[in-house]
C-alpha cells in the first residue's frame, strides 16, 4: 500500500464512507516526537507503508483528524430547503451502508420508512410531499 494512501485506506477499512475518508487529514507520532502531517513525512508518491514505517513500526501512533461537515440544524433557514435534505439524505445514504448508518444515526424503523417514502417519491401519504423531519426553529 502506498504511504500517502495510509489514511483512507484505514478508514475504509474502519466502515467510513469513501467521502469521509478522503477528506480526512492523517498526522503520525514517533515515540515522544511531536505528531506531523504525513505530507511532511516524505514527497515521494511511490513510497510504501513498508518502506516508510518498517524500522519505526513499533513506536509509530496514527492520529487521524475527521472532516466535521455542519449540522444541518446549524444551515441558515434560506438553506432549509426539501432539494437540501433530500440531496444530503441521498448522499448519506449512498455513502453509508445500513449497519453504519444505524450507530452513527439511530431512527426508527417507522421513520426510516418515512425517510425512504419521501427520498424515492413513492408518495403512500399522497398529496403534497412533506420532510419526515422538518427542522425546529
Given at each position: 500500500m502506498l504511504f500517502n494512501q495510509l489514511i483512507e485506506m484505514a478508514l475504509l477499512s474502519l466502515g467510513y464512507s469513501h467521502s469521509s475518508a478522503a477528506q480526512a487529514k492523517g498526522l503520525i507520532q514517533v515515540g515522544k516526537w511531536n505528531p506531523?502531517?504525513?505530507s511532511y513525512v516524505t514527497d515521494a508518491p511511490d513510497a510504501t507503508v513498508?518502506?516508510?514505517l518498517q524500522d519505526v513500526y513499533?513506536?509509530?501512533t496514527l492520529k487521524i483528524q475527521l472532516h466535521s461537515c455542519p449540522k444541518?440544524?446549524?444551515?441558515?433557514?434560506e438553506q432549509w430547503s426539501h432539494t437540501t435534505v433530500r440531496n444530503a439524505?441521498?448522499?448519506?445514504l449512498k455513502d453509508m451502508n445500513q449497519s453504519?448508518?444505524?450507530k452513527e444515526c439511530p431512527l426508527?424503523?417507522?421513520?426510516?420508512?418515512?425517510?425512504l417514502d419521501f427520498l424515492l417519491g413513492t408518495g403512500k401519504t399522497g398529496g403534497e410531499k412533506k420532510l419526515p423531519c422538518p427542522p425546529e426553529a
Amino acid at each position: 500500500m502506498l504511504f500517502n494512501q495510509l489514511i483512507e485506506m484505514a478508514l475504509l477499512s474502519l466502515g467510513y464512507s469513501h467521502s469521509s475518508a478522503a477528506q480526512a487529514k492523517g498526522l503520525i507520532q514517533v515515540g515522544k516526537w511531536n505528531p506531523v502531517p504525513l505530507s511532511y513525512v516524505t514527497d515521494a508518491p511511490d513510497a510504501t507503508v513498508a518502506d516508510m514505517l518498517q524500522d519505526v513500526y513499533h513506536v509509530v501512533t496514527l492520529k487521524i483528524q475527521l472532516h466535521s461537515c455542519p449540522k444541518l440544524e446549524d444551515l441558515p433557514p434560506e438553506q432549509w430547503s426539501h432539494t437540501t435534505v433530500r440531496n444530503a439524505l441521498k448522499d448519506l445514504l449512498k455513502d453509508m451502508n445500513q449497519s453504519s448508518l444505524a450507530k452513527e444515526c439511530p431512527l426508527s424503523q417507522h421513520l426510516g420508512i418515512k425517510v425512504l417514502d419521501f427520498l424515492l417519491g413513492t408518495g403512500k401519504t399522497g398529496g403534497e410531499k412533506k420532510l419526515p423531519c422538518p427542522p425546529e426553529a
